[in-house]
């Protein structure tokens, strides 16, 4: 057995992620890189080596687009999630690897975008798809709160909370970590960094 290397690299360049990538006991740092990772100028990269089927990691890179990509649209960031937009070709649309990730997050980013009212069905699989994805180890349920016309959903394991707001007349959300009262949430396009609460 082969002891881990860590390099306790927080910034690693294309050619130290393929390294690590390819070296089942190399970590960029002790714990949680996904966390370094998860910043959407990696996206393409990881897309890649999500791909290559010789990747020892390559499951790995996929959870991180996916962790990645529902943390940016649940904070309605729209600079990240138009850059990782930009990042999905027909080659991720098209890869049996991909395809599933690429079209859940398009649905998700053009609600974000150009939001339109959901049906509970649509409002329901966005937020299992927002809040839990493929893979989360998090249970998810409805918890049939409705204030002011946003229906409540809360993903929890034995140490986390978190809630996702849905308008299913506007299709705007807003997440949060606490269960408290719901303030207005602005209903328009997500065309800030942040979301706008009143």
Known sequence: MTDDVILNDVDPSP??????????NLLLIDQDEDLILGNAEYVPMLLQLAREPDCPKNDYCLSIVYYCSQIYLLARDRQQCDAIFKCVDSDIDTSPVTSKWAAAFRRAYHQLITPRALSHADAVSLAKWLLVGDYCHRSFIETGRI???FYEFKCYTESYNGYLYINLGTGAWQQSIYHSPLQTIDASPADEPEPRVR
């Open 15 to 24: 050619e130290v992620i393929h390294r690590w990538a390819y070296d089942e």
């Open 147 to 149: 204030v002011d016309g």
